[in-house]
């Protein structure tokens, strides 16, 4: 069942806001580039860039319990890796993020901003070839809209698909019909990716990405209305290729 690729985001900084692409270079068996390539550690955790490790969501600063995250609204740019953070259209932080002065500026900003959330000084965390994944995989993660106008109707109001902080969003096909995928591949244009696991959902998606409020119980709504807790699925890329808005999506 043929499909369209709608829209496609990444992550640079996990926990802050989407980045939207036209199109982006994959590699097999890597992430998008620069998808949650840095992370804010909240508190030490013994994260070494030497041989960099998987670490669960809490030991960084997320929206699933710090929602006043979606209150920021980052740019980044992956040419100089300069991150800019503005609050209610102001910048308020700039700074290069592979260097100790550009991070520091960032850090200071955010260990004022999130002073009681945080558990130590926040650092930025990064290292060559690693992405800070909610999973210990190199994939991507894909949402059908067809799934969030379902879940749009069943609230009562809509579901803002940011919340699901997804790279590719696909239009198409029926709702909840990512879920037959998983253990096939598929093509989303000239590139192969193979779908291996639905995408078990959290608190985060409760927060507004517009206003920051948890204004829907999103995981809560699931289980109720489906008696399950997913809401996507997750991809390896299988081959290299470019991805473009607008190629098709369909089975290999």
Request: glycine share 6%; proline share 5%.
């Amino acid at each position: 069942m043929d499909a369209l690729l709608e829209h496609l985001y990444r992550y640079p900084v996990k926990g802050l806001s989407a980045e939207a692409l036209s199109s982006v270079e994959l590699t097999s068996g890597n992430t998008i580039p620069f998808d949650r390539r840095y992370a804010i550690e909240n508190g030490p955790i013994g994260f070494d860039p030497a041989v960099p490790k998987y670490f669960k969501k809490p030991h960084f600063l997320m929206l699933m319990r710090d929602e006043r995250m979606a209150t920021l609204q980052s740019r980044f740019d992956a040419r100089t890796c300069v991150l800019s953070l503005s609050h209610s259209g102001n910048e308020v932080a700039t700074g290069n993020l592979e260097t100790e002065v550009g991070r520091k500026h960032i850090e200071d900003f955010l260990q004022e901003y999130f002073a009681k959330e945080l558990k130590g000084r926040p650092k930025i965390l990064s290292a060559p070839d690693h992405s800070f994944c909610d999973v210990d995989m190199r994939v991507v993660s894909i949402i059908n809209l067809a799934t969030l106008n379902e879940l749009s109707s069943t609230a009562g109001q809509y579901v803002h698909p940011l919340r699901f902080r997804a790279n590719l969003y696909v239009s198409g096909w029926p709702s909840w019909h990512e879920f037959s995928l998983v253990g096939q591949e598929i093509w989303v244009g000239a590139t192969k990716l193979r779908v291996v696991k639905r995408t078990m959902r959290c608190a985060a998606t409760s927060v507004n990405p517009l206003t920051a409020e948890r204004d829907i119980n999103i995981p809560g709504l699931i289980a109720r209305t489906y008696r399950h807790p997913d809401c996507g699925v997750y991809a390896e890329v299988v081959s290299d290729g470019r991805i473009a808005i607008g190629d098709r999506v369909r089975a290999a």
